[in-house]
């Protein structure tokens, strides 16, 4: 397949990059040619380091979504919507995973839920209805994630409507190893994986332990 | 310590009653105290089962406050005003232990968020000020706490504004074997805890996993 990774050049995106570069092709999306083109490079390399063989390019934002079969947001919440806006016109009927979470800080990290009730669901109302909409990976480790060789034992919680989107989202989770999707229910239920973030940042800050993840037990 | 537990005729007050009632003296509190007794003779004879002594009694959710240095608030969240009203005259300087979670069901559980922010927040304007409130227990599995040779690899959320309240909540969930206390943050955090509980339960219907609980990685 080929996987388009929006707001590619953060440590989340540059994670599933690199462990989906494996199968897949990658194109990173960016709003800067260039930054793109260098965290393309710069995931290549990684990746060479190991003797591993992978297609990852850079490019604009619209570019990376008219050739992707899944689009990945991971953009910050505050961009979301002008980035949707971006791409309007290059989106069809691709699978769009959105990790976004939009948080504020007041002393600790807050859920910022929006009025209509999650991130997801002030996405879904930017993207065109052909577009299926999954919400996942809020709840993984970026830098776990980013290290190539270190083995994820987390649970990837996924929320979304279409069955078909829902299950191409759990296949690619299981290719990475270790790592177990978890079907969290309709895309309405995504402030309950969204609030995980903010959650686990506090847990981390306030007990001092770094690069948590979720794992069910 | 005396631990009183309201709403202690349900699993997760039966989970707590016992494993705490191996270090402590219980108070099972109920509206009826018969049924309160009857739990408390219930509790006593699992123990008994293993050669476990205790003393875990049973009366009216008044007298049980009345006696406690922890008060255990186990009682679903359309009764929790009213409970807390019924024992406002023996609230002194307790620890109060929210496990409350505001949920409906509409195909999926859904957290139902309170105006006020979460359950703890409204529990906390209904108490004393002389009161130390803290949120915990929001995502272990009520099944196997009830199970006294289970060890439970999960951990426990703490959220609290009192430092001493949140240690002495902590000292208790190192008493039962392999549960790890985590400070999630300030009350008002609470939210972040308290949607747990739900998005536990889709995990398991969906997923078709029994009694899950959480375990940072």
Known sequence: MKIAILGGTGSIGQGLAVRWALNHD????????????????????????FDMACNISGCINPDAVGQADVVVLSVPYEHVISTIESI??????????????????????????PAAGSAAMVIKSALPESVKLVSAFHSVSAKKLCKIKEKLDMDVFICGDDEHANQVVCDLVREIPKLRPLIAGPLEASSMLESLTPLLINL??????????????
């Open 204 to 217: 981390a800050v306030f007990n001092k332990i770094k690069h948590l993840g979720i794992k069910c037990e």
């Open 88 to 113: 309007q016109a290059d989106l069809k009927d691709q699978i769009v995973v959105s990790i976004v979470v939009p948080m504020k800080k007041d002393g600790y990290f807050k859920y910022d839920q």
């Open 26 to 49: 990658i194109i990173i999306g960016s709003r800067q040619c260039e930054k793109a083109e260098s965290a393309a490079n710069e995931y290549t390399n990684v990746l060479k380091k």
